[in-house]
């Protein structure tokens, strides 16, 4: 009898025994499988939407085939091969990048300095661009001549009954046949807590528009960044001028 109760306790001790081992391989295999989610994961969640990929992907908009690399594009859902809209990009200045590892806290707004260009391609909305449109719609809505901006550039504010609320007009002088820079900045004051508080258009190729939004404090530099902004527009699209 009292080797009868031993046995049992034995093979009770041993069903014990060998519960606890199977939870501790669970528990193992689960704690494995954890920190193999959290290394492939991760990475893909510390990017914040932004993607390494460089892929080029082929974009139709209108008559107009735009190829941009992946990394370039803002938005996860538009990187993707096809017949869009628009696209919307982000590109680091003055290397005119997309998103690198090396580069995360510019594209995450936390550099020591402002760095980003936001670019919008469409088709295009009325029949002029922005600096055609500075005479018959933008110069009656300032008040007078204006004031000296940086780099050559005339800052002229706009009328408190024109609806462009904290903003005001830089201008380019018109050299002879060349069509004036216009860009649309908030004000100083507003521009501080802002990534890309200026905003100008062009038109390129057969019939899109390219809207690019940059920081206030690339003024100075405003030739290089037209220059750049034409050269990066004409070298993306397939269907170039």
């Not at 025994?17 to 991760?42: E, P, Q």
């Not at 002879?176 to 905003?199: H, I, M, W």
Request: charged content about 25%.
């Amino acid at each position: 009898m009292q080797a009868t109760a031993q046995n049992i306790k034995a093979i009770s001790a041993s069903l014990i025994l060998r519960k606890i081992f199977y939870c501790v391989i669970a528990l193992c295999a689960l704690s494995l499988s954890l920190a193999m989610a959290g290394y492939f994961l991760g990475h893909t969640i510390s990017l914040g939407g932004h993607t390494e990929d460089i892929s080029v992907q082929e974009i139709v908009i209108g008559n107009d085939v735009l190829q941009i690399p992946a990394n370039m594009i803002r938005f996860d859902r538009q990187r993707r091969d096809g017949i869009a809209d628009r696209v919307d990009l982000y590109l680091h200045w003055p290397d005119m990048q997309g998103y690198t590892p090396e580069l995360k806290d510019d594209f995450n707004g936390a550099g020591s300095g402002k760095r980003l260009l936001f670019l919008t391609f469409e088709e295009r909305q009325g029949s002029q661009d922005m600096s055609g449109r500075y005479g018959p719609v933008y110069l009656p809505l300032t008040e007078g001549p204006g004031i000296a901006g940086p780099a050559d550039l005339t800052i002229q504010r706009f009328r408190s009954d024109s609806g462009f609320v904290n903003e005001e007009l830089l201008v380019a002088p018109d050299h002879g046949a060349k069509r004036p820079f216009v860009a649309r900045c908030l004000d100083e004051q507003s521009s501080r807590d802002n990534l890309a508080s200026c905003q100008s258009d062009i038109f390129i190729g057969s019939n899109l528009q390219l809207t690019y939004r940059f920081p206030r404090e690339m003024l100075g530099d405003w030739r290089l960044l037209d220059k750049q902004i034409k050269e990066f527009a004409r070298g993306h699209i397939k269907s170039a001028e």
